[in-house]
């Protein structure tokens, strides 16, 4: 009975997902989160970004995602599993974040001494003390330098999965290398969320999976192999800087004898870890395209496989390497459950009334609007960010409920149609995916039948099953995805949210409007 252990490091949470599987029975043994503002207050965090006077700028500590690795370990070794049934580790990170080591660091890695947590010994090796993050909006004139530079917006894209976008890793690494050459020059290794932590885990530098590296502006694509001209255009020496890529399925080694020693933990596989994103296409069991799921999180991000990869000519969309081998398309928005709070919070409510709230106004909301920008938007691309309402009162409760969920559901309607998927079912997941009033907005606009999923932290449970995916393929007895996704990833067929006729006839007028409504605001941004 092995047991495999997937960890996801999201924007505000460090969650473990503990599967034991044998033959066709698989089973969730453990559960753990833990919250970077709640559990770890000292480092200052707020929603898991350091505070910054500065709205464009999102950035947050490498220091505390390893600090909540050391807490977590230490959570499941004392969880009363039997330790010895571990055989392989994967994880998923949010994604495009970056973290700069200096020359050094892999021996530190591979000596970290037990007796001391981790994050204190590699506090010397940090050669950039902050770590941006996917939030950070701050980077468009290295967004604009790279785009020219690679011979245009058609060209970055056509060959890395996405147009220039201000989060991604290669204009933040450009706009660090602008503003801190120094440090930059110090620099011996760049790592993303992902690859750093499954270094931590393994004790030496890990590779970059093709998943999370296709959100840098830095990858070929079809070659799943770092772009000369990306890379040339971003910084100067980045190539001896960038981890190597490999396929998420790649066994790195073993949990370093820290782990070990520190938590008395076997020495099992470590997998490459991958993206927050590819990790919940497999969590969610979509390894054939047709379906799509949508995530309502930190960021609200509507994905779904694809065999080949269609490159989205209107430029919002992403492709990114799947887990598989093959290809995901995905719209992320980043007014996700941060302008959910803060509808909820204005108002005084709990998820509760703001649910009640949402059920006692009409669908539609009598045409009233908000567009729903409380932070810089991703889709469409608002740096400055601004809520916009239509014939909406700003102190209307109930109003304002309604007009955010809806005006959310209708972006990611509307910019997600580049992926040409007919969509007639939706699998929800992220810590929203919970709330049915929202579920039900969701199949009136789509028109589609939804579902949820008793594993809410998607991403975390495929990080679990690519653990074993990636282990049994090690050991010589590989395992189809079909039959890796079975039963856990699959969604409760009885908790299906059917759309109701009189509601999507309503949405569909609305829609134009809402689109109108937004490209007369961008027009005039
Ligand atoms: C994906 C993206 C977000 C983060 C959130 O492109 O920016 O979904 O991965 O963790």
Redesign the pocket.
């Known amino acids: 009975m092995p047991l495999y252990l997937g960890l996801d490091s999201?924007?505000q949470s460090l969650t473990a997902v503990v599967v034991d599987i044998e033959g066709d029975r698989r089973e969730v043994v453990f559960q753990s989160s833990l919250s970077f503002d709640r559990d770890l207050p000292q480092y200052g965090t707020r929603h898991g970004v350091l505070p910054n006077r500065n709205p464009a700028i999102s950035q947050s500590s490498a220091l505390m995602w390893t600090e909540a690795l050391d807490v977590m370990l230490g959570r499941i070794a004392s969880g009363g599993l039997d330790l010895s049934r571990f055989v392989a580790v994967s994880g998923s990170a949010?994604?495009?974040g970056s973290v700069y080591l200096g020359a050094g660091a892999e021996i530190v890695l591979a000596n970290a001494d037990p007796g001391r947590p981790l994050h204190e010994q590699i506090k010397s090796v940090l050669s950039r003390n902050v770590s941006p993050i996917?939030l950070d909006a701050s980077t468009s004139i290295e967004c604009a330098e790279i785009t020219a530079a690679v011979g245009g917006a058609d060209m970055l894209a056509k060959t890395t999965g996405s147009r220039a976008f201000e989060?991604f890793t290669g204009p933040q690494i450009r706009r660090f290398f602008k503003q801190e050459p120094a440090a930059y020059a110090g620099t011996d290794r760049i790592h993303l969320v992902s690859s750093f932590l499954a270094s931590l885990l393994a004790g030496q530098h890990a590779p970059i999976d093709p998943g999370d590296g296709s959100?840098m502006n830095l990858m070929d694509l079809r070659a799943s192999a770092w772009w000369t001209p990306a890379v040339e255009a971003t910084a100067p020496g980045l190539l001896a800087k960038l981890p190597t890529i490999r396929p998420s399925r790649t066994v790195i080694g073993t949990l370093s004898p820290y782990w070990q020693r520190r938590h008395g933990l076997p020495a099992a596989r470590v997998l490459a870890w991958s993206?927050?994103?590819p990790c919940s296409l497999i969590g969610t069991g979509l390894v054939r395209e047709g379906i799509v799921a949508i995530s309502m999180?930190?960021?609200d991000?509507i994905f779904g496989p694809m065999r080949e990869p269609r490159v989205d000519t209107t430029g919002t969309g992403?492709v990114f390497g799947s887990p598989t081998g093959e290809f995901m398309g995905?719209t992320?928005f980043s007014n996700g459950s941060l302008a959910r709070e803060r509808v909820r919070d204005a108002f005084g409510l709990s998820w509760k009334t703001f649910s009640a709230a949402l059920e006692a106004t009409p669908p539609g909301n009598d045409g009233r609007t908000l567009l729903p920008w409380f932070v810089p938007e991703?889709t469409p691309s608002v740096v400055s960010p601004a809520v916009h309402r239509f014939g909406l009162e700003a102190d209307d409760g109930p109003g304002n409920v309604r007009a955010i969920i809806e005006a959310q559901q209708m972006a990611l309607a509307s910019h997600s149609r580049w992926m040409e998927v007919d969509v007639k079912t939706i699998y929800a997941t992220g810590g929203a995916a919970t709330n049915r009033s929202i579920l039900q907005v969701m199949a009136d606009i789509f028109g589609a039948d939804v579902y949820q999923f008793e594993v809410g932290n998607t991403a975390c449970l495929g990080a679990a099953l690519r653990a074993f995916h990636g282990e049994r393929t090690a050991s010589g007895q590989p395992v189809d995805w079909d039959d890796v996704v079975r039963e856990l990833a699959e969604p409760v067929a009885s908790t299906r949210v059917r759309p109701d006729p009189r509601s999507h006839a309503i949405y569909r007028d609305l829609m134009a409007v809402y689109a109108a409504r937004e490209a007369e605001i961008l027009s005039r941004l």
Do not use: C, E, Y
Request: glycine letters at 16%; zero cysteines; proline letters at 0%.
């Open positions: 999201s924007t949010q994604q495009h996917w989060r959100g993206g927050d994103n999180g930190t960021s991000v992403h995905l992320v991703i």
